[in-house]
């Protein structure tokens, strides 16, 4: 029996399983679902042991203290010792379910239509976590082996929709365990049904909060108007001023080692079907499409950093007229970053900025709620992203594309403590309304998705 014939032999008895553990509410940012995070992780560690990993183990996070929400841990060697070791990472938490009257079914009670599974967690993650075990099975089948031709290690966390607040610390504390070769992750998404896709990287992030700060109290403008300080003034002169002619961020030292993109990417990028009239419908029903100079929108997108105004107020907001001074003026913002880039650095360049550009009179208070999340990035030459590359085309039987995210998450963590480099490879789609009601998977691609994960083991080692 080859791999496609025992993924489809057993497909029923895998669509069974994932439904039973879609029913479980592990929702991570709900202290009363604590527990059913804990269920979650309870039935993956059975599930695994079922599939035949010889190691299997529920990692704590946090501290006694301020306990964080389990993750799991299995492994199974390679025969030989001398194989690549991989890391496949994945989450077992899910978003909350809100709106609920929205849903058309309940959330965790996951139900088949037709090629679609509806449940919260079908697509984001439990669905693209799960094919990985029923791939291994089939590449064991197919080869007659008792043992994986790499060795696999599978890390799926408990918190990766609350912001992975104990992760890397996890990561840290169980370096040694987690030694690899290669992350894969599995957390992704292709660009449609049709067009298999790899994703090869993930914007960072970095967010900041400004408040200037003038007279001691709002001030008469008929009295003082024009005479002293406008904060207000003094704010939108200084976020006008975060991005020059061509749209590009004017922060010293903002793009010094951005990797840009090559002329390969930026080629295979083209020959996406794009429809930017479409797109923009989905943007809101914006108008049109704006950003830096040069680049495309999908490069802008996925390729590009940004600085991005959240949100700015101060000063009089009520109904009817109020002529003043006001004596203070806020602002949000968040910067999107690429490979290359340090969240630390752009704190940095942004705290100058604002120290630089703030008159005289005005007071300037930046603060940073977090450190930041870097970004991660794999070249489309690197070995392990054609090796992914091989098996993607493999299981779908036409050439695999390349795209990037504009989101931010764990993976770069994990490429940095582990120093090992990501490969992404997973079957989601746009349109799975993942964070959102309805959430669904289809059902054909979580197949392709295991037969993929059968092949990569060996494309790994070829």
């Known amino acids: 029996m080859d791999v496609r014939e025992y993924i489809e032999a057993n497909a029923s008895g895998f669509f069974t399983t994932l439904k039973e553990w879609l029913a479980i509410p592990s929702i991570s940012g709900d202290p009363a679902r604590r527990g059913d995070v804990r269920r979650s992780a309870e039935w993956l560690e059975a599930h695994l042991r079922e599939t035949g990993f010889p190691v299997v183990e529920i990692w704590e996070t946090g501290t006694q203290d301020a306990p964080g929400l389990p993750a799991v841990f299995a492994e199974w060697p390679a025969a030989d010792p001398a194989a690549p070791t991989v890391v496949v990472y994945g989450h077992h938490d899910v978003q909350p379910v809100e709106p609920l009257a929205e849903w058309e079914t309940a959330p965790f009670e996951p139900v088949e239509r037709g090629d679609r599974i509806v449940g919260r967690g079908a697509s984001d993650d439990k669905g693209q976590v799960l094919f990985h075990t029923l791939g291994l099975k089939a590449n064991l089948a197919a080869s007659g082996a008792t043992a994986p031709p790499v060795t696999i290690k599978m890390l799926v966390e408990g918190e990766e929709e609350s912001g992975s607040p104990h992760f890397a610390q996890l990561l840290r504390d169980r370096r ?27 914007r960072g992030l970095t967010e900041a909060e400004v408040s200037l700060y003038g007279p001691s109290s709002d ?244």
């Open 176 to 202: 040694d365990r987690l030694a690899c070769d290669a992350v894969v992750i599995s957390d992704t998404t292709m660009w449609a049904a049709d067009v298999p896709s790899l994703c090869t990287g993930m």
């Open 219 to 462: 001030l008469h403008s008929g009295s003082f108007g024009g005479a002293v300080p406008n904060p207000l003034h003094a704010m939108t002169s200084l976020l006008a001023g975060l991005h020059d002619e061509r749209n590009r961020v004017t922060l010293k030292g903002f793009y010094d080692g951005v990797v840009e993109l090559t002329d390969e990417e930026r080629e295979l990028f083209a020959r996406l079907p794009f429809d930017e009239a479409a797109w923009l419908e989905t943007a809101g029903e914006s108008r049109a499409a704006f950003g830096e100079e040069g680049f495309t929108t999908l490069e802008r997108v996925w390729a590009r950093p940004t600085a991005e105004i959240n949100g700015m107020w101060g000063g009089h907001t009520g109904p009817g007229g109020k002529t003043i001074v006001p004596r203070e003026a806020h602002a949000k913002l968040s910067f999107r970053l690429v490979a290359g880039q340090d969240p630390k650095a752009v704190q940095e360049a942004f705290a100058a900025y604002v120290e630089e550009h703030t008159p005289p009179g005005v007071e300037a208070r930046v603060r940073f709620p977090s450190g930041g999340v870097r970004p991660c990035f794999s070249p489309i030459d690197s070995a392990g992203v054609r090796a992914a590359r091989r098996a993607m085309e493999r299981a779908f039987g036409t050439e695999v594309l390349f795209t990037r995210e504009g989101g931010s998450g764990p993976e770069a963590d994990l490429a940095d403590v582990l120093e090992a480099p990501l490969v992404f490879i997973a079957v989601g789609l746009d349109e799975d309304r993942i964070h959102a009601p309805n959430e669904k998977v289809d059902k054909p691609l979580l197949l392709k998705g295991a037969e993929a994960a059968a092949y990569l083991w060996h494309e790994f080692v070829s």
